[in-house]
C-alpha cells in the first residue's frame, strides 16, 4: 500500500479537495486490509478519550471533510490494527506517515482559506479586498495593527517562540503543556506535547524547524520530532544539583550544538539527535539571563553581578573580560542579527560592541522599568524590548508591562505599546518577518500582534 504522506506528495499542486480525496482512499484501503469493518463497528471501537460517530467517519471515509487532529488518528489507530481486536498505541511506528498526512492537507486546506479571501470578487467581497488592501498598506507603511486575543484559557503562557519560518508559534503553558500553534489561523495546531511531569519553561526551535528542545521544572530538557510529534531521545538531565529553575534553552547557530541553563549551563552535541552526548562540565555561574548565540557561535550570557559574559562554544571558554555596566541582575541579552553588536538589559539597555567588547551608546531609558525580555528584529532595524515594574508583593498584579521599540539606526524610540495583559508579561516572540510580536501573560492571555517599525515615521 502506498504511503498516506507519499500519496499526498504525488499530488503536489492539485486543490485541497483532490488532496483530501486521495487520503480517504487510502483509509478506506486501510479499512478493507484490515477487516472491511462497518461504520457502526469503528465507531464503537473509539478510544475513551475520542467518541467517533458513523456519520462522522463515513465523511472521513470519503473525503467529504478534514477531521480535527485528535478525529483522524483515532479513526487511523482504528483502522491500522482493527482485525487484530486492540486499538493501535499512540506510539505505533505505522503512525508516523499519518501524522504527515494530516499536517499536509492541514497546511493545504489553510492556504486554499488564504488564497480565497486575497481573491476579489463580486458584491460583498469586493468591500473585504478594498479592506485587505487598507491594511497591508498601514502594515507596509509600517503602522502596528491591533488583533484579538489567539487564547485566554492557558493558565499562564511561560514561553514562547516562533519557528524559522515563522508559520509556527510554540509555547509553554499550563501545569505540563508545549503546544503548537499555526501563526496565519492563530489556530491551535494539533494536540499539546506532553512529556515533562512539571512546569515547562522555555522553549526553542532548532535552525532547520525540524527539532523543538523543551526545559522544564522537571529538571530535564526534551527533543521533539515536529514531523512525528514524537520525542526523538531519552530526557537530557546533565546539571546535577543546580536548583531546577530557573531553565533556559537555545540551538547553536548550525544545530549542532544545545545550551541547557539553570545556575550554570551545560553544551550538549546533539550532531545525531537521537543520541545526544554532554560536552564538557556545566560552566558559568549564578545565570540571570537566558543565554543567546550569534550568527558567529558565540555565546552571551547575563548574570546575578550585573555582567554579561562572551563564550567559545567550541573551546568551550570565556572570551575577554566580562562586560560591566548594570547595578543590578543582567535580565536578558541579544546579538544583532550580524552579530557584532550586543545589548544586555537590566532597567535599561546597554549596548555593546562584540568584538571590542566596549560600550557603543549611552543606555536606552526604560523609565527605571525592568526588562523582561529583549530582541532584534531580522532585519535589525528593531530593538523590540518588554518591561515592567515587579510586584512588590506575590498577592498583587502587575498591569504595567510595556512594549518599547527603538530605531537601531539611531537608537531613538518608535513607540511604547500597551502590554495588554492583565498581569505580568512572561513570554515574548518575535517572528522572523520582523513585524509579527507574540506575548503571553499570568493572564492566560495568548496576543498576536503585528507591531509598528521606525517607517511609520517617515509619514506622520
Known amino acids: 500500500m502506498m504511503k498516506p504522506s507519499q500519496g499526498i506528495r504525488g499530488v503536489a499542486g492539485h486543490s485541497f479537495e483532490e488532496q483530501l480525496r486521495e487520503a480517504a482512499a487510502e483509509l478506506r484501503t486501510l479499512q478493507a486490509v484490515h477487516g472491511s469493518p462497518t461504520l457502526d463497528q469503528i465507531a464503537s ?51 508516523d506517515t499519518w501524522r504527515q498526512c494530516w499536517q499536509q492537507l492541514r497546511r493545504a486546506q489553510q492556504d486554499q482559506k488564504i488564497t480565497r479571501r486575497a481573491a476579489p470578487g463580486p458584491g460583498p467581497e469586493e468591500g473585504s479586498a478594498l479592506a485587505a488592501q487598507v491594511l497591508q498598506t498601514a502594515v507596509r507603511r509600517g503602522e502596528g495593527i491591533p488583533m484579538h486575543p489567539m487564547a485566554k484559557d492557558t493558565q499562564g503562557v511561560r514561553a514562547a517562540a516562533f519557528s524559522p519560518d515563522g508559520t509556527q508559534l510554540a509555547t509553554a503553558h499550563g501545569p505540563r503543556t508545549v503546544q503548537l500553534w499555526d501563526t ?41 520530532d515536529l514531523t512525528t510529534r514524537n520525542l526523538v531521545c531519552e530526557p537530557l538531565d546533565g546539571h546535577g544539583n543546580d536548583p531546577r529553575t530557573p531553565w533556559q534553552v537555545a540551538f547553536s547557530s548550525d544545530g549542532r550544538l544545545l545550551v541547557t541553563v539553570s545556575k550554570t549551563f551545560r553544551l550538549w552535541d546533539i550532531t545525531d539527535p537521537a543520541a545526544p552526548r554532554r560536552v564538557g562540565k556545566p560552566l558559568g555561574a549564578n545565570l540571570s539571563a537566558r543565554p543567546v548565540i550569534s550568527s558567529a557561535g558565540l555565546l552571551l550570557t547575563g548574570h546575578t553581578t550585573g555582567a554579561a559574559q562572551l563564550w567559545d562554544p567550541a573551546a568551550p571558554g570565556k572570551i575577554g573580560e566580562p562586560m560591566r555596566g548594570h547595578e543590578g541582575a543582567v535580565c536578558a541579552v541579544a546579538f544583532t542579527p550580524d552579530g557584532r553588536e550586543l545589548v544586555t538589559a537590566g532597567t535599561d539597555l546597554q549596548l555593546w560592541d562584540a568584538a571590542s567588547q566596549e560600550m557603543i551608546h549611552e543606555p536606552l531609558s526604560c523609565d527605571g522599568q525592568q526588562v523582561r525580555s529583549v530582541t532584534f528584529s531580522s532585519d535589525g532595524h528593531v530593538l523590540v524590548a518588554v518591561t515592567g515594574t515587579s510586584p ?36 515574548a516572540a518575535l517572528a522572523p518577518d520582523s513585524r509579527l510580536y507574540a506575548t503571553g501573560g499570568t493572564d492566560g492571555v495568548l496576543r498576536l500582534r503585528v507591531v509598528p517599525t521606525k517607517r511609520i515615521q517617515h509619514h506622520q
Do not use: N
Request: aromatic share 8%; proline share 8%; glycine share 8%.
Open 45 to 95: 471501537r473509539a478510544p475513551r478519550d475520542r467518541s467517533l460517530s458513523p456519520s462522522g467517519v463515513s465523511s472521513a471515509l470519503r473525503g467529504l471533510s478534514l477531521p480535527g487532529y485528535d478525529y483522524f488518528m483515532a479513526l487511523v489507530r482504528i483502522l491500522i490494527t482493527y482485525d487484530t481486536g486492540k486499538i493501535a498505541p499512540r506510539e505505533h511506528p505505522g503512525l
Open 184 to 224: 496565519v489561523t492563530q489556530q491551535r495546531q494539533g494536540p499539546p506535547l506532553f512529556g515533562h511531569i512539571d512546569f515547562v519553561r522555555a522553549v526553542a526551535f532548532s535552525p532547520d524547524g525540524r527539532l523543538l528542545a523543551t526545559v522544564s521544572e522537571d529538571g530535564t530538557a526534551r527533543l521533539w
Open 392 to 427: 512588590r508583593r506575590k498577592t498583587d498584579r502587575d498591569r504595567s508591562c510595556v512594549i518599547r521599540l527603538w530605531d537601531t539606526a539611531t537608537w531613538s524610540p518608535i513607540a511604547v505599546l500597551p502590554g495588554e495583559h492583565q498581569g505580568s508579561i512572561t513570554a
